[in-house]
């Protein structure tokens, strides 16, 4: 079975997709990513790199995730709703697929050390499992805000042995986190891997990471035929950098049936200017080596993004998303901090899944449109992490009077902090 | 010729090294920042980088970050630098050089920042993150414009690559001394003269060398081997106490040293 081959696949060799990507870069960056983009080419055509990889993902990952039929939220909302159970992963997210394809590269071209940037810590996690895997040097940039919003992965990239450093500048949270990574690549760019976590950056890297994600569709598309017989009618996934849903959808491109929905954070409303939705809302510019849709004003300057997912608080998205949306090959649209929130409770009472804030965007637009689809419409929700590090923000936020209101003992004990 | 070939060519002939010096736009606000330009330009300053804000400037240091913050947060747009650099235009000869990252120049349409640069007077171009592989879409209205496309090569170009870029290259070549981000530096790298001796074999456009030069011993060293020295961040740190024709005073004593040969 193979898809549609009618739109692109891929960037051209200069690394654009259509009018968007590139490599908005200093010269000193130019030459590691030429010779990124030399060392990836050779090892995507390695089988002995494939394999390896594929054994990993298989016994380290615990590849494939299962594609699971949710069959009470399907009941409530009258469609069958599958979960891509991309949290089930080791480390608890999709993040780890692309961390190891590029840390056995990493390995591969010599360097010792790697370095990443982190919003929700997901990636950072993931890239300072893989060094301590590898036996590698790892230091992890991340926003201060970031920082305390998802305290206990800083802990855990610290267990794994990585450096988590503090990045105080600007709005101290994803995209300065980004900036950061960059200025410290430049420094060290002979000697370090710049482990990028989204579709985002300068060539090569939306293209890489597509492709080392896209094995979450790759296995959708098997799961469904083998388990439902049929492609599904929807596929759902949040979209910051696009990371998990260039993943699940990537393979889907330009097969008709199958409607593939982006879902970027609205934060307190797109009307507030207080978001994350970049396609939704942003306008065509340059930012992190690439250009594609970006939050930005008048005169050019990257806008502070909102969510409450720090996973998705960055004000760009990759490149491969901007010309999908441009085609019409996926649609993108938001969902509020609110409604996301609503949906994390919502899986989580009906199906005992705590999702990350991040997927809780994806499900929230599900349940908000399967009840039009009707019963024999099948939904696939990527379901690209777990919620346990979003446990403190979702307490906050709820003022520890968690829907529902089961949850006596951890309303005393936020009463106590308070 | 233009205006930054025909200052170089002077200061060849006169046995002369280049002060190129930066200062970003608006830093704290735009009063503050055109006195400072202003002594400058009439305090030594041979060329004129003046800095565009960026809310991300991916390849500066704390002090650059710093002064577009300042910049932006005083409200500072593209529209304002290029008045700015109409006014300085009128009353000073020496090139000026808009300095910045692509996308504020992308938002105004680049077509129409080539078309409002020249107007204003300004000569050349550097973009921090369009390299040869991004110029394509830029420099044919940077040419119709007469406008110079500076190129910068990394101590991680090699001369393979050098050459490449160097052969769309006008005005000048800005070389980056250090593998890093903008600022002060206590020393600078072992290797700066034998790479500007290879740039040398590539082109015939004049070399300046620039990233962490703040003192005449530094200005010394570095212009022996290049055409001229880039001040940045040292230069904005001297604006914000006023020592501004000292710090340009100094550099250009260490020029001198090397000057004439």
């Known amino acids: ?418 | 010729m233009s205006r930054l070939t025909e200052a170089f060519e002077r200061l060849r002939a006169e046995g002369r090294k280049a002060l190129v010096g930066y200062l970003t736009a608006g830093d704290p606000n735009l009063v503050v920042s055109e006195q400072a330009i202003r002594t400058a330009l009439e305090k030594g300053l041979d060329v004129l980088e003046i800095g565009v804000p960026f809310s991300d400037p991916t390849a500066d240091g704390p002090t650059i970050q710093a002064a577009a913050q300042r910049a932006l947060a005083a409200g500072t747009t593209l529209k304002d630098v290029l008045d700015m650099a109409n006014r300085l235009r009128r009353d000073y000869p020496q090139p000026i050089v808009l300095f910045g990252y692509a996308n504020p120049f992308f938002c105004r349409g680049i077509e129409q920042v080539c078309a409002d640069a020249a107007q204003a007077g300004v000569d050349g171009l550097l973009i921090v993150d369009v390299p040869l592989e991004e110029s394509h879409d830029w420099r044919p209205h940077l040419r119709a414009h007469g406008l110079d496309f500076i190129p910068l090569i990394a101590p991680t170009t090699s001369v393979e690559r050098a050459r490449l870029i160097l052969k769309e290259a006008t005005g000048f070549v800005y070389y980056i001394m250090v593998r890093g981000v903008t600022g002060i530096r206590t020393e600078l790298p072992p290797d700066v003269a034998e790479h500007l001796r290879q740039l040398r074999t590539c082109t015939s456009l004049p070399l300046v060398a620039g990233f962490g030069v703040s003192r005449a011993e530094q200005a010394r060293v570095v212009a022996r081997d290049a055409d001229g020295v880039v001040v940045g961040s040292a230069l904005v740190e001297a604006a914000r106490e006023g020592r501004v024709e000292a710090l340009l005073r100094e550099l250009r004593a260490g020029l001198k040293q090397v000057e004439g040969r």
Not at chain 1, 218 to 247: K, Y
Request: include cysteine; charged fraction near 25%.
């Open chain 1, 1 to 418: 079975m193979k898809s549609s081959e009618q739109l692109q696949k891929g960037p051209d060799e200069r690394g654009h997709f259509g009018p968007y990507g590139g490599r908005y870069v200093a010269e000193t960056l130019m030459p590691a990513l030429l010779e990124l983009e030399r060392a990836y080419r050779e090892v995507r055509a390695d089988d002995g790199f494939q394999r390896e990889l594929a054994r990993l993902l298989r016994d380290y990952v615990g590849r494939p995730s299962p594609l699971y039929k949710a069959e009470r939220l399907s009941e409530r909302y009258g469609a069958a709703i599958f979960l891509k159970r991309e949290d089930l992963n080791h480390t608890g997210a999709h993040k780890i697929n692309n961390t190891l394809g590029q840390a056995l590269l990493a390995r591969r071209m010599g360097k010792r050390r790697l370095m990443a940037e982190t919003g929700a810590g997901q990636h950072g996690v993931a890239t300072a499992t893989v060094a301590a895997l590898f036996g590698m040097g790892c230091a992890v940039y991340m926003g201060e805000e970031d920082m305390q919003r998802q305290a206990p992965n800083v802990k855990r990239m610290e267990l794994l042995g990585a450096e988590v450093v503090p990045v105080r500048s600007g709005t101290r949270t994803l995209k300065d986190a980004m900036s950061e990574a960059l200025r410290a690549w430049v420094a060290n760019v002979e000697d370090t891997f710049y482990v990028i976590g989204s579709v985002a950056g300068p060539h090569p890297y939306p293209w890489m990471v597509r492709e080392f994600q896209s094995v979450i569709g790759r296995e959708t598309w098997d799961q469904a035929m083998e388990h439902i017989g049929r492609l599904p009618d929807m596929i759902f996934a949040c979209v910051g950098g696009g990371s998990n849903a260039a993943g699940i959808f990537e393979p889907f491109i330009g097969r008709r049936e199958v409607r593939l929905v982006g879902v970027e954070a609205a934060g307190y409303g797109i009307a507030s200017g207080q978001h994350a939705a970049s396609i939704v809302a942003g306008r065509v510019g340059i930012l992190h080596g690439g250009k594609s849709y970006l939050l930005q004003d008048e005169n050019g300057q990257v806008r502070n993004a909102h969510s409450v997912s720090a996973g998705l608080d960055y004000p760009g998205v990759g490149p491969e998303h901007a010309l999908w949306a441009d085609q019409g090959a996926v649609e993108y649209c938001a969902v509020t901090d609110e409604e996301a929130l609503n949906a994390f409770h919502e899986l989580t009472r009906l199906e005992g899944i705590i999702p990350a804030l991040e997927s809780s965007h994806a499900v929230a637009e599900a349940i908000k449109r399967a009840p039009k689809l009707g019963k024999d419409a099948v939904i696939v929700v990527n379901l690209s992490g777990r919620g346990d590090k979003d446990l403190d923000t979702v307490l906050r936020i709820s003022g520890g009077n968690v829907s529902g209101g089961h949850c006596c003992a951890i309303e005393a004990k936020e009463g106590e902090k308070r």
